[in-house]
């Protein structure tokens, strides 16, 4: 009876704790598997998207001095919508996700695209230039994408079309396309005030109403209309349900559609000028005249979608024209293929750091610096003309990164010439020299004429330099610049770039500086040529 009591309690207790254990043990086991294998599946399974956003945030961060260059350009009037626009072209490709598969065919074109970035955000960062940098982040992007997705890309091009849109021009172009956008407004302008019978007058950009003056300034030349425009054309083109034909006719004709009736609201504004004084072009009416004409271009680009129905025979309606890529469509689930090609995307990412890494290197390799003479030893009494020199009062010298500057006006028979040297040690981090034909727009004058003037500084010497007529109001003034960049005098900004690049890769050396000498200019342009040729070539260094 014992022994049977002793096995009962053995057995029982033998079959009870090992059963309790078990089931201890398995609800945990059970428990930590459903919360980790939803997220390990999660995670295999979106590993292109979580590996593409971490590469995307790394380039930003790496190149993080382009990054803050394009965000301080978004606060510029004429990029304000890019934070918009960048979330639209997110959008659009996140309501593409419907229709891409697991599969990724003609990978390898990607990698070259992300050799072609790799080439730009390398010459980018040598030639300071850093819209290269910009365009070299996107492409490598895009790249990237291609090498995940292969040719289903092409079913995402125009949210990155999009992106490329919002990427700010170089300083220099922007501002010589601004200038043409002026001097077009203004003459169109002008033609359409006198269509309505009103007198007027054109010097340059100043738009002379008899009683009233107004000025085409920089802000106005269209452009703020012409970029957020174009975003909004190259959406409709790409829901436009026409040919492809259409569809680029479309969005090309934004720029036309800007100018002109950019140029309309100038002819407005002197309209209402010219009957309720100048309170019309002012406050709260130009800005409000403005964002009317903004909605009427966008008016204007319906009635052409309206038009190329008519003309190719589609009769249908605002509303049937556009495919709205998400409304009324039953996706259902795309076809999966379990095969992708990873070796792409590897090489890819692999090129990447090798690319970020070299890029990184160069910018921290010791460039030099050659010993040169300081401006303090520039003379100020040349042949009668006698200078006075003066320092930057709102700290320029900094914002412009330079290492020694010379600024002096010389007075001579009841007139004058400002001489302006700016000295940069080194380019690579950007700072290069500021074009004259960016920052005088910024101080309310207006480019009336600019060309490239070749005089001779001696027997043997000439000079190439740009040459531009500016004015404000009735002021005219002359000025002549150029850049001495490591032995060259280079006339203009882009040979500027070009030798910059070069120096970089085979000297190691950006060092560079700006001159620029202004006249007033009197009775005679010509006297004004003359007297700067002569004051240059009195000053140029042996």
Excluded at 22 to 37: D, E, F, P, R, V
Excluded at 242 to 265: D, E, G, H, K, Q
Excluded at 287 to 315: D, M, P, Q, R
């Amino acid at each position: 009876m014992r022994s049977k009591e002793l096995e009962n309690i053995f057995y029982g207790m033998t079959k009870y704790k090992p059963f309790c254990l078990t089931t201890k043990i398995s609800k945990t086991t059970n428990n930590t598997w459903l919360t980790i294998m939803p997220l390990t599946q999660n995670l295999s399974k979106h590993w292109r998207l979580i590996l593409f956003v971490f590469i995307t945030v790394g380039l930003l961060v790496a190149f993080n001095e382009a990054t803050s260059v394009l965000w301080s350009r978004w606060g510029e009037e004429r990029y304000s919508h890019a934070p918009f626009v960048l979330a639209l072209a997110t959008y659009l490709i996140w309501i593409k996700r419907h229709e891409l598969t697991d599969t990724n065919e003609s990978p390898w074109l990607g990698v070259i695209f992300t050799i072609i970035a790799s080439v730009l955000l390398i010459l980018g960062e040598l030639s300071a230039l850093v819209t290269l940098t910009h365009y070299g982040i996107v492409v490598m992007m895009f790249g990237l994408m291609w090498t995940m997705l292969g040719l289903q890309t092409r079913r995402i091009l125009i949210p990155f079309a999009h992106v490329l849109l919002v990427i700010p021009l170089p300083y220099m172009l922007d501002v010589m396309l601004s200038g043409k956008f002026q001097l077009m407004s203004s003459t169109l302008g002008v033609e359409m005030i006198r269509l309505m019978d009103i007198p007027v007058f054109r010097d340059g950009n100043i738009i002379d109403l008899g009683v009233y003056k107004l000025q085409v300034v920089e802000a106005c030349s269209g452009l703020n209309y012409t970029y957020p425009l174009m975003t909004i054309g190259l959406m409709m083109a790409y829901m436009f349900r026409a040919s492809m034909y259409a569809r680029v006719a479309l969005f090309l004709s934004t720029i036309p559609i800007s100018i002109v009736m950019n140029s309309f609201r100038i002819a407005l504004v002197a309209l209402l000028v010219n009957h309720s004084g100048i309170e019309a072009a002012e406050g709260f009416m130009h800005y409000f005249e403005g964002w009317v004409i903004f909605f009427s271009c966008i008016a204007i680009l319906l009635i052409e979608v309206k038009l190329f129905n008519v003309l190719t025979k589609k009769h249908r309606s605002l509303n049937e024209s556009f495919d709205y890529l998400e409304n009324d469509r039953d996706y259902g689930l795309a076809e999966r293929n379990p095969y992708i090609n990873k070796t792409p995307i590897y090489v890819a990412t692999v090129l990447i750091l090798i690319s970020v890494t070299s890029t990184i290197s160069v910018n921290q390799r010791n460039e030099i610096i050659p010993d040169r003479n300081s401006f303090v030893n520039y003379p100020l009494s040349i042949n009668g003309w006698d200078g006075h020199t003066r320092t930057f009062q709102n700290g320029e010298d900094k914002i412009l990164k330079l290492d020694d500057y010379f600024l002096a006006t010389y007075h001579k028979n009841n007139t004058y010439v400002d001489v302006y040297y700016g000295y940069t040690a080194s380019q690579r981090s950007g700072f290069v020299p500021h074009s004259p034909k960016a920052c005088i727009p910024g101080g309310g004058w207006e480019i009336s004429k600019a060309s490239i003037e070749t005089f001779s500084i001696n027997e043997e010497k000439t000079l190439s330099v740009s040459r531009m007529l500016i004015s404000k109001g009735q002021e005219k003034m002359l000025v002549y610049y150029w850049f001495p960049q490591r032995g060259r005098d280079l006339a203009s900004e882009f040979p500027m770039k070009f030798a910059l690049l070069y120096d970089s890769i085979m000297l190691n050396r950006t060092d560079g500086a700006i001159a620029r000498f202004v006249t007033p200019v009197g009775k005679s342009i010509s006297k004004s040529d003359e007297r700067l040729q002569n004051f240059i070539a009195m000053t140029y260094p042996d």
